[in-house]
């Protein structure tokens, strides 16, 4: 059964950079496209970035858009989402999250089709 653990969260100054790690265990991740969600403090899941198994298709959410990549290592087992230029504002817990169906840019904000989700790491940005 797929896991998913999270990773690499810490606290950044402003326009710093930080890579975030999904990790899985108990199944092949190339089986699965990933998405990557962020909930800041008293608000819902934000859907930030989404990629498909064979990470040649992405998306991403305006407000992240040129400033955040996500990219994958199947032979690792291991989704990333990176950023060379954090702002206070991407401050929350960032999720990754698994879906088997086929990828459409739409998962980028269709939370409820994810069947396993990680534990979340959290990102605080501040100077």
């Known amino acids: 059964q797929l896991q998913l653990v999270a990773s690499g969260g810490a606290s950044v100054e402003p326009g710093g950079s930080l890579r975030l790690s999904c990790a899985a265990s108990?199944?092949?991740?190339?089986?699965?496209?990933i998405g990557w969600f962020r909930q800041a403090p008293g608000k819902e899941h934000e859907g930030i970035s989404c990629?498909?198994?064979?990470?040649?298709?992405?998306n991403h959410a305006v407000a992240v858009k040129g400033r955040f990549t996500v990219s994958r290592d199947n032979a690792k087992n291991t989704v990333y989402l990176q950023s060379n230029s954090w702002k206070p504002e991407d401050t929350g817990v960032y999720y990754c999250?698994?879906?088997?169906?086929?990828?459409?840019?739409?998962?980028?904000?269709?939370?409820?089709?994810?069947?396993?989700w990680g534990q979340g790491t959290q990102v605080t940005v501040s100077s």
């Open positions: 108990g199944s092949n991740l190339d089986h699965y496209a």
């Open positions: 999250a698994a879906d088997t169906a086929p990828y459409n840019s739409a998962m980028l904000t269709q939370k409820e089709t994810y069947v396993r």
């Open positions: 990629i498909s198994s064979s990470g040649a298709s992405t």
